[in-house]
């Protein structure tokens, strides 16, 4: 299995050539000669290409690298909407952010287990069928009014990149204990449609659910994400007037929240029984063992492009988990 590195300039994310292995570094005029076999992976840096080169680049790429993984780098943010490079059939989008603060061996272990399953689907599925959107889903200058179809649109089976939103509601006391077995019911119900309610711009689906926990599925869409965390923000910000006024509770609440990014194959809410997901895994670990109430925690694979730039001052470093960096967001006081 290979890495090749298609670029003007060879420049790559730090530790990226440690978490890929020995990665090949080639200049652009090759790529017409590149001949990728079964478990390789390639990526084409669009540097410098205004949005008709970097159509034709990334499909002429795409073309070059056949049935085989490839992905797309991005080191100045020039295409508008990162998810369109997905729809398109790649399997990775190095931006901004990663050139800044660099790969491990995680991400790229989810990459080329995103990158086997999707490969899988696309040998599965009847000729001529398209797994994602057509070549009209162009890369950056606003080709696309939306990236995203609507959740009728997502097929059960089929590998796509989401971001996950964990939400998590907490008190002094245990919760059901304090409420009694009706009283929780009750306030379960309320919370679920108030979250539902307070997330509505990001087109949020309430994926998995238990007695004290929620993921939510966000579309891999940058506006949907930022949706997303504005409103978890105001949520937290709000939350002893949501917790009065709007779940009718007589003491205080707090709220976890964290936000992750990956590939996971898809189910209809209530048969997720089966997914075995990396992401899925990571955003339950980062929401249960690590996040705290009161903050946002957003893992390093959430671009951080998605964060509106007048509040990107709230958030600050958070270390480390499982081999992903994080931050997360001030306090904005204690309940």
């Not at 991005?74 to 998810?83: L, R, T, V, Y």
């Not at 081999?323 to 967001?329: A, D, K, P, W």
Request: glycine fraction near 8%.
């Amino acid at each position: 299995m290979s890495t090749f590195w298609f670029s003007p300039d060879n420049r790559r994310p730090p530790g990226f050539d440690a978490a890929h292995g020995a990665v090949v570094g080639r200049d652009m005029s090759e790529v017409k000669n590149h001949k990728p076999i079964a478990g390789d992976i390639s990526y084409i840096d669009i540097t410098n290409l205004d949005a008709a080169e970097r159509r034709k680049s990334i499909l002429a790429f795409r073309r070059r690298c056949g049935q085989t993984a490839w992905g797309v780098a991005d080191p100045s943010g020039q295409i508008d909407d990162p998810a369109s490079v997905f729809f398109l059939g790649a399997c990775d989008y190095l931006g901004p952010m990663v050139f800044k603060h660099g790969v491990d061996k995680a991400r790229a272990r989810d990459v080329r287990t995103y990158a086997q399953s999707r490969l899988e689907c696309e040998s599965l599925r009847p000729s001529g069928a398209p797994l994602c959107a057509p070549d009209a889903a162009v890369t950056g200058g606003g080709a696309v009014a939306s990236a995203f179809g609507g959740w009728k649109s997502v097929r059960p089976g089929v590998v796509y990149p989401f971001y996950f939103l964990f939400i998590a509601a907490s008190a002094q006391m245990n919760l059901k204990t304090r409420l009694g077995e009706a009283g929780y019911i009750a306030f379960r119900d309320r919370l679920r449609a108030q979250i539902q309610q307070v997330l509505a711009e990001a087109d949020p689906l309430l994926w998995m659910e238990t007695d004290t926990t929620a993921v939510y599925l966000i579309p891999s869409v940058p506006r949907n994400a930022s949706h997303a965390i504005v409103a978890c923000l105001k949520l937290l910000l709000n939350t002893p007037i949501f917790g009065y006024e709007r779940l009718g509770l007589p003491f205080p609440i707090a709220f976890t929240c964290a936000v992750h990014h990956g590939p996971t194959e898809f189910a209809v809410p209530g048969k997720t029984g089966t997914i075995v997901s990396d992401a899925v895994n990571f955003i339950f670990h980062l929401g249960a063992k690590c996040a705290q109430a009161g903050r946002l925690t957003l893992s390093s694979e959430v671009d951080r492009t998605s964060i509106p730039a007048s509040l990107r001052e709230l958030f600050v470093d958070a270390g480390a988990f499982e081999g992903r960096t994080l931050i997360h967001s001030r306090r904005f006081g204690a309940i």
